[in-house]
DNA sequence: AATCGGCCCAACCGCTTTGAG
DNA sequence: CCTCAAAGCGGTTGGGCCGAT
């Protein structure tokens, strides 16, 4: 046996909103307010309406303040933010983007941001300059830290620790900002002259076997509190598998490694980007051995991924 | 100019959560 | 507690629009 329906289908209107019905809704709601019952409303209001459509209609298109249209550098970065962190949660992520509703954010989630994330270009429906030509990241996220030591919390060492915990890494950011170093078969990074990654100003370092792995230290995008996150990441020596390692969330100016390493192969970075699973289980050690200077960067019991 | 294919987004659907009685 | 209606929420859909051919 299935659900009750909300309402009667047959007496209700389907379909695109009118204007007329827009103002009517609009008229009614800001005269007497939704009384706290959407499904007595449309009948109040005289609309032959869904208490739920009504609903929809206010909350996504009618109520004021709503904002339209292009999404900045750092709404893309906060939502990216908070994908990683929380997954699908919309309306969570749209109560911090004033404005903005679950499902705006959602549409855009879904037909360009990911897309953009994942490398894909979306195409261009119409000459809009500043919009094709924005990047996810605000260009002043890009720069590289500090200068190259062997201990990675001296990379960071005008900072201070801010947020160690579980959820203080997005591998979405970071993984996303690794992809975009990589070239089109997503083995090999861009720059083979210098075999280096080069988001920042990579630098490479020695693993404790002795041999050199290429590690890119960077920091990517911001959020509504103030917080980036910091990452180091890289491929492998033998370009079959990049890790991902832990950034910790750092308060701007502030801040010193505080996670745990994840790696992922590439298929795992791009179905997490394409999932939006948080990461709170793929804790692994640091196939470099030179991340966790000063003995922050990694746990015992660390899971294992191979 | 006409047709086609693909993208975008408003709206719907139905499951989950909440809270009043 | 339990029940049930309403609200909230996220996934999905389909029509309109636009660019390509």
Request: hydrophobic share 30%.
């Amino acid at each position: 046996m299935g659900r009750a329906p909300c309402c009667d289908k047959s007496k209700v209107k389907k379909g695109p909103w009118s204007p007329e019905e827009d103002a009517k809704l609009k008229e009614h709601i800001e005269k007497y307010g939704t009384g706290g019952n959407w499904i007595a409303l449309p009948q109040k209001a005289g609309l032959k309406r869904c208490g739920k459509s009504c609903r929809l209609r206010w909350l996504n298109y009618l109520r004021p303040n709503i904002k339209h249209g292009d999404f900045t550098e750092e709404e893309d970065a906060i939502i990216c933010s908070l994908f990683a962190r929380i997954g699908s949660r919309w309306s969570i992520i749209a109560a911090q983007l004033p404005g903005r509703t679950d499902n705006d954010i959602k549409n855009y989630w879904n037909t360009k941001l990911k897309k953009k994330i994942m490398g894909i270009p979306t195409p261009q429906r119409k000459i809009q300059p500043e919009k094709h030509q924005r990047q996810l990241f605000p260009s002043s996220f890009n720069a590289m830290i500090s200068p190259a030591t062997s201990s990675v919390g001296s990379r960071f060492s005008s900072q201070k620790t801010l947020l160690p915990g579980p959820d203080a890494f997005d591998p979405v950011i970071a993984g996303a900002a690794l992809l975009r170093v990589l070239d089109d078969d997503h083995n090999q990074v861009k720059d083979n002259s210098s075999s280096l990654l080069v988001f920042g100003d990579g630098q490479s370092c020695s693993s404790s076997g002795g041999s050199s792995t290429k590690i890119i230290y960077g920091r990517a995008a911001e959020n509504e509190l103030g917080l980036e996150t910091l990452f180091y990441g890289g491929l492998l020596e033998d370009h079959q598998k990049l890790f991902l390692g832990g950034g910790s969330r750092v308060e701007r100016g502030s801040g010193v490694w505080g996670e745990a390493p994840i790696d992922y192969t590439l298929e795992e970075i791009k179905q997490l980007i394409t999932t939006g699973s948080p990461c709170s289980s793929l804790f692994i050690g640091d196939p470099t051995g030179v991340i966790g200077g000063g003995g922050n960067a990694r746990a015992s019991g660390l899971m294992s991924y191979n």
